[in-house]
């Protein structure tokens, strides 16, 4: 997480000589360590809500309501080709998880009609949320989402305002782990999911905004 974020590229085996020429590199430059060093000491300072650990029964370096780039939350999950997700969900077949990755206000220049996809929070415990429009309610994806709990697998969900903002590819917030609760229609589903923690105030606002 800390190589993406720094040089902006993923690295499947960080064991490659150029990945620790880089590391040494930045830990020779006293200038650009001292002001990596500065700039994380300020974003910890300013940090504004508690944060805490997702409920998952493996390693996850990932906190819930925190905010990371999809190569940073994906890389975290040990899934070391981010680049090639060219949709908003991910089957983590080892680690038996969904990963939803959810953007709330979609343009029509952006997304297709196929994508654009009716999704926010009904209240800081609830999330409507519609699956891909190819997902029948009867497929192996649809009954995995449905009967996911007595399967043992887990639900993660990512959420950001909108696609891109002033940095670029706009980060996503990790709302955490949540439980199927119902669903209705097919081809899209639209599945009321139950999150594990609730959404705080702020975020809520956000994630609320496009009901009205």
């Known amino acids: 997480m800390f190589y993406v974020t720094v040089w902006q590229e993923v690295i499947e085996d960080f064991s490659a000589d150029a990945v ?7 830990a020779d430059n006293p200038v ?32 819930v309501h925190c905010s990371y780039t999809r190569d940073q939350l994906l890389l975290a999950l040990d899934f070391m080709k981010p680049k090639t997700l ?7 077949n080892d680690k038996q998880t969904d990963v939803l990755l959810i953007t709330l206000n979609k343009s029509d220049k952006e997304y297709s009609p196929t994508t654009m996809y009716n999704d926010y929070s009904i209240n800081s415990r609830l999330f409507h949320w519609q699956s891909q429009s190819t997902t ?6 649809g009954q995995r989402y449905i009967h996911h709990k007595a399967r043992g697998s887990h639900v ?55 009901m009205g």
């Open 156 to 210: 993660l969900l990512f959420v950001r305002e909108t696609k891109s903002d002033a940095c670029g590819a706009a980060p996503y917030t990790f709302l955490g782990t949540a439980d199927y609760v119902s669903h209705t229609g097919s081809r899209p589903m639209n599945i009321v999911w139950q999150l594990h923690q609730e959404i705080p105030a702020k975020f809520l606002r956000k994630t609320q905004q496009v």
């Open 86 to 92: 060219r949709e908003g969900v991910k089957w983590l």
């Open 136 to 141: 029948n309610a009867d497929s192996p994806t």
């Open 32 to 63: 650009m360590l001292g002001e990596l060093i500065e700039l994380l000491k300020y974003k910890l300072n300013h940090i504004d809500f508690i944060d805490a650990p997702a409920d998952l029964p493996y390693d996850c370096p990932l906190d």
């Open 20 to 26: 620790w020429d880089r590391l040494y590199a930045l």
